[in-house]
């Protein structure tokens, strides 16, 4: 355990077993260095516990990255709550974390993330201050979209030479509450849509309400397009799906999109433009955190806008450089962690 916290350079680990409920949970904090750690709660299954320790360490410096691109006086954290085989009362679990985020005395804000909703941060409310994305404060994947969208057509523009997306073939990877979101606004921007999503119903909503085009989930990511959109859970690109790729870039709102950096690589030899997952997905997380601070939406609204100033600034820096977009967004988040 301390060899791998000291690999993954993670400034905590936090763990708690309450049999009562069957909670079982992990709160990974990459660092304090910017203020209060903040990232949402997972709540999956997993083969093990190690799984979920990794994927919390995983996921929090993301989340580090994230803030300190985004500009939010944050650091970056993740929880992960394996879900129990058998579960009697959902909401005791969420409140019993909602004691364990208090103990830790506002070093850990929690929010919503796979597999949780705003009813959870509700239960979790109960007992602590420390959480955002509460029924009252609002699901922040529709602000995730919104950097999502500013992303793709900064990334059109990087890529295609334009950020008109009149026509562009965009494939939605993923219909959740980001990627229908998503969805919504690239048709309303006129482009031409694939979809695809294990749950049928949402694909066929998406036909009947965009106009757009049902693609077997196995066969997304070989069909050809113009942007990729990857919305769903992460691990989607290893070296043999990026070998499959008939896009010109790939820009989505998953997290973790990139097996390894190496991957990265291969899609830049590829000529495929990447753009980095924590930098056009951090909508969700720029609204939670000036939500919670009480700012307004219009400040709200601006700091969204910068997601593709950002995404620019990456893509000049990997141009220049001959380099992948996210080893430069690597590089740039090192270089503003450690100048703290």
Known sequence: MFALMHTSRVESLHLVVDPETGLKAVIAIDNCRRGPALGGCRYLSY???????????RLARSMSYKAVLAGLPLGGGKAVIMRP?????????????????????GRYITALDSGTSSVDMDCIAQHTQHVTSTSES???????????????????????????????????????????????QLHAA????????????????????????PIACEALLSTPCDILAPCGLGGVFNSQTV??????????????????????????????????????????????????????????????????????????????????????????????????
């Open 47 to 57: 083969p093990d516990e190690e799984s979920a320790i990794e994927d919390a360490i």
């Open 138 to 184: 609002g699901d922040p994947s529709a602000h995730t979209a919104m950097g999502v969208f500013t992303g793709i057509r900064t990334t059109a523009m990087a890529r295609l030479g334009s950020d008109n997306l009149e026509g562009l073939r965009v494939a939605v990877q993923g219909l959740g509450n980001v990627g229908y979101a998503l969805a919504e």
């Open 85 to 105: 085989a058998r579960l009697s009362n959902r909401a005791a679990l969420f409140e019993s974390f909602g004691r364990f985020i208090e103990s830790l005395n």
């Open 243 to 340: 070998a499959q790729l008939r896009c010109a870039a790939v820009a989505g709102g998953a997290s973790n999109q990139l097996s390894s950096l190496q991957v990265a690589d291969q899609l830049e030899t590829r000529g495929i433009l990447y753009a980095p997952d924590y930098v056009i997905n951090s909508g969700g997380l720029i609204y939670v955190a000036l939500q919670h601070q009480g700012e307004s939406p219009s400040t709200i609204t601006a700091c969204l806008s910068r997601i593709g100033q950002r995404l620019t600034e990456v893509y000049a820096h990997a141009q220049a450089e001959k380099r992948s977009p996210a080893r430069v967004a690597d590089m740039l988040a090192e270089q503003l962690l450690n100048a703290e």
């Open 190 to 213: 006129g482009a031409d849509l694939l979809v695809s999503d294990l749950d049928q119903g949402r694909v066929q909503l998406a036909m009947e309400q965009f106009g757009a085009h």
